[in-house]
T-cell receptor, first 111, second 115 residues
């Protein structure tokens, strides 16, 4: 069936470090791909999305590229801030027009 | 624009009791979702509505969970009787419709603790 695999956390980085959170998926066809972020005590918020192969989604300095050949959608940021500390979820739309979420990756950024 | 509204935010009940959660989606959004998020896990879809019809309830434990969206606007999710393993955050979400790539917007969730 459809599934999502994210790198396990927590990921602990120093401020201004480079961030990569890996995400791979299995799905029927070519799903739309999303990254959601959950800040402490808050609900899920859309961070970025890509709807077709080779598209790059970007927002708030984060980027992710839809790689059809490797079925991946890795999240990257060149310089993280303390305020980026949160849980990040990779979520493809697996054809039911509903999201299938990974287990989430907790990011902790230290000053 | 108002977001997805949920209530109550927090609820503590004893096992075998019942509980109901309410959700009001973003105005004009035809598609409404209920997700269950157990601590440390990603959200899992329970049920999806398109207007007042159920599109997908394949992962809803129908022996104890029920949901309705009678007028195609707000929705209620009920658990009866509750079990300890139902302790989770219940997330309501909505989207404009089921078109490809549409963004799904989430409420802040209703936190349930079953003791």
């Amino acid at each position: 069936g459809n599934s999502v695999t994210q790198m396990e956390g927590p990921v602990t980085l120093s401020e201004e470090a480079f961030l990569t959170i890996n995400c791979t998926y299995t799905a029927t066809g070519y799903p739309s791909l999303f990254w959601y972020v959950q800040y402490p005590g808050e609900g899920l918020q859309l961070l970025l999305k890509a709807t077709k192969a080779d598209d790059k989604g970007s927002n708030k300095g984060f980027e992710a590229t839809y790689r059809k050949e490797t079925t991946s959608f890795h999240l990257e940021k060149g310089s993280v801030q303390v305020s980026d500390s949160a849980v990040y979820f990779c979520a493809p739309d697996t054809g039911r027009r509903a999201l299938t979420f990974g287990s989430g990756t907790r990011l902790q950024v230290q000053p | 624009e108002a977001g997805v509204a949920q209530s109550p935010r927090y609820k503590i009940i004893e096992k075998r009791q019942s509980v109901a959660f309410w959700c009001n989606p973003i105005s004009g959004h035809a598609t409404l979702y209920w997700y269950q998020q157990i601590l440390g896990q990603g959200p899992k879809l329970l049920i999806q509505f398109q207007n007042n019809g159920v599109v997908d309830d394949s992962q809803l434990p129908k022996d104890r969970f029920s949901a309705e969206r009678l007028k195609g606007v707000d929705s209620t999710l009920k658990i009866q009787p509750a079990k300890l393993e139902d302790s989770a955050v219940y997330l309501c979400a909505s989207s404009l419709d089921r078109a490809w790539g549409n963004t799904i917007y989430f409420g802040e969730g209703s936190w349930l603790t079953v003791v």
